[in-house]
């Protein structure tokens, strides 16, 4: 799969019309290993430590649609002004870009769930009236039990849900098809 770096941008995001699905969730959570995982090679930087996701980062998919990370929020090893910059960040990003972001896909982890931050976050996205998916990540991690609990909790939302782990591709064909679904791609893309 065609897939390309278009840059990390920390302001000013260049202008134009590509349709972009954008990965947040909890720092740590997962978003660069499910971007490498669904492009198949590694094409965004992974740690084991929350918060090295700094700025908006964009890889392009095929000719046509943007694949966006953006930093975690929660616990991260950074200053309260360096987590109050990502916070205007993406404040900034979402409200600028609100038409081209065609799926907002919600990360949570396979073992924990939703956490307050997370709840915060879906409520933030439907206020913006961005479409939204939650995205269950690690859940080779998770036991039975854990992942139980932690689906009946996410019912409420009532939006798709996909569950996956980027350590065993589990849900990669799920999350590219809600791709395609969401920016309604015509032919030529790739």
């Not at 700094?54 to 649609?65: A, D, K, Y």
Request: glycine fraction near 8%; include cysteine.
């Amino acid at each position: 799969m065609k897939v390309e770096f278009l840059g990390s941008y920390t302001d000013k995001i260049p202008e134009d019309n590509l349709k972009e699905v954008v990965f947040v969730g909890r720092s740590n959570v997962g978003k660069s290993s499910l971007i490498n995982m669904l492009v198949g090679k590694p094409v965004a930087r992974v740690s084991k430590e929350p918060g090295r996701t700094r700025s908006i980062n964009m890889f392009l998919l095929g000719n046509c649609i943007k694949l966006v990370d953006v930093p975690g929020y929660g616990f991260a090893k950074v200053s309260k002004i360096e987590r109050e910059n990502w916070k205007e960040l993406m404040e900034k990003y979402f409200r600028e870009r609100r038409k081209q972001i065609k799926c907002v896909f919600v990360l949570l982890d396979s073992k924990t769930g939703p956490t307050e931050l997370d709840e915060i976050m879906i409520e933030w996205i439907r206020h913006l009236e961005l479409p939204y998916k939650v995205v269950l990540t690690k859940v080779d991690k998770a036991t039975q039990k854990e992942l139980s609990k932690v689906l009946k909790r996410i019912e409420r939302f009532g939006t798709q849900l996909i569950i996956t782990s980027a350590k065993e591709g589990k849900g990669k064909k799920e999350l590219f098809k809600s791709i395609m679904e969401a920016v309604k791609v015509e032919g030529g893309c790739f």
